[in-house]
């Protein structure tokens, strides 16, 4: 029997602000990844994973891979949610997807992801993952 991996997952509301939006008052599509980067400094922090924690392990962890599928404008004044949920892999790296929907009509704006690599501080690419990520992927269940 296979075991169940347990599914790790936050959500956070945003709030779209005047200097997010251009001429057109939708968001400028540069903004979105730092909704991203909300995201995964609340996930980190949630659940034990945040940037302080690789950077008291000597650890560095660059995206290498991010893809956003763009669905619908968001604009000025709106409160969407963004859901974050952790992807397991075998790999040394970090996958995340997301998601940024309206909680009351289930409308999606977006869904992205991203990968993320190990890097010494000599910026040198680990091929494998380390001991402190491998001890954190066991307590979470993941």
Known sequence: MME??????????????FSEVDMMN?????????????????FGAEYG??????????IMAP???MRISYKRPLRFGMKPTIRIT???SDAAK????Y???DKQSGEQYLSAS??????????????????????????MGV
């Open 86 to 88: 952790y992807r397991p």
């Open 49 to 58: 994973l945040s940037y302080k924690r690789y950077i008291d392990e000597l």
């Open 63 to 65: 995206i290498v891979d």
């Open 4 to 17: 169940q991996k347990r599914e790790l997952s936050l959500e956070k509301e945003l709030e779209i602000r």
């Open 114 to 139: 991203t990968v993320q690599v190990f890097m010494d501080m000599n910026y040198q690419l680990m091929w494998y993952a380390p001991e402190f990520y491998l001890e954190w992927k066991k307590l």
């Open 99 to 101: 998601v940024i929907y």
């Open 94 to 97: 970090i996958i995340f997807d």
């Open 26 to 42: 939708v968001v400028w599509h540069g903004n979105y990844p730092l909704y991203l980067e909300d995201a995964r400094e609340a």
